[in-house]
T-cell receptor, first 112, second 116 residues
Framework: GENVEQHPSTLSVQEGDSAVIKCTYSDSASNYFPWYKQELGKRPQLIID?????GEKKDQRIAVTLNKTAKHFSLHITETQPEDSAVYFC???????????FGKGTTLSVSS | NAGVTQTPKFRVLKTGQSMTLLCAQDMNHEYMYWYRQDPGMGLRLIHYSVGEGTTAKGEVPDGYNVSRLKKQNFLLGLESAAPSQTSVYFCASSYSRGSGNTGELFFGEGSRLTVL
């Protein structure tokens, strides 16, 4: 089945710096790669996603890149702000395309 | 429009007791999921359903059972709770994008279960 590895597990940056979180997946047939943000005590929420027919997608300060050959994708946050502090999860579809398999998460701390 | 609602939100059980978590969604989504979240382990898929009357196993199905008798409801049962099942449980639902592919997951608020 699909396996998703996520690194790093924790990331601390200064306000204004950039943050990068990387994920690898195992199933080459997977074609959908979302990122979820979970603030403390809250539910996970989708922040950006990418499908396998594009290599990069941007939404204001966040961007996701996908390398299908290497089977990895990354989340980039520029000009980080304290409100970006949260746990971020990457995910990929299972073999049947019917469920998301998540990475173990990255705790991002942005200090002002 | 409540979205995804989970009940109960908190529960303490003794080892060996049984309980059921209820998930209800009002978005007419085809797909529903149960995940558990443990520190350092991320979100792990327990069971899921791609439609009324169907269920499938996820990554960590042992010790749990599920039922999807109505499209809007997805029940997660623990027949004989164990301390290893202490966790935060999240239900989620999504629409089908066609060809069996799921779209964005909409999560409930979570249910914190403690097994003593």
């Amino acid at each position: 089945g699909e396996n998703v590895e996520q690194h790093p597990s924790t990331l601390s940056v200064q306000e204004g710096d950039s943050a990068v979180i990387k994920c690898t997946y195992s199933d080459s047939a997977s074609n959908y790669f979302p990122w979820y943000k979970q603030e403390l005590g809250k539910r996970p929420q989708l922040i950006i996603d990418i499908r396998s027919n594009v290599g990069e997608k941007k939404d204001q300060r966040i961007a996701v890149t996908l390398n299908k050959t290497a089977k990895h994708f990354s989340l980039h946050i520029t000009e980080t702000q304290p409100e970006d502090s949260a746990v971020y999860f990457c995910a990929a579809l299972n073999q049947a395309g019917t469920a998301l398999i998540f990475g173990k998460g990255t705790t991002l701390s942005v200090s002002s | 429009n409540a979205g995804v609602t989970q009940t109960p939100k908190f529960r303490v059980l003794k080892t060996g007791q049984s309980m059921t978590l209820l998930c209800a969604q009002d978005m007419n989504h085809e797909y529903m999921y149960w995940y558990r979240q443990d520190p350092g382990m991320g979100l792990r898929l327990i069971h899921y359903s791609v439609g009324e009357g169907t269920t499938a196993k996820g990554e960590v199905p042992d010790g749990y059972n599920v039922s999807r008798l109505k499209k809007q409801n997805f029940l997660l049962g623990l027949e004989s709770a164990a301390p290893s099942q202490t966790s935060v449980y999240f239900c989620a639902s999504s629409y089908s994008r066609g060809s069996g592919n799921t779209g964005e997951l909409f999560f409930g608020e979570g249910s914190r279960l403690t097994v003593l």
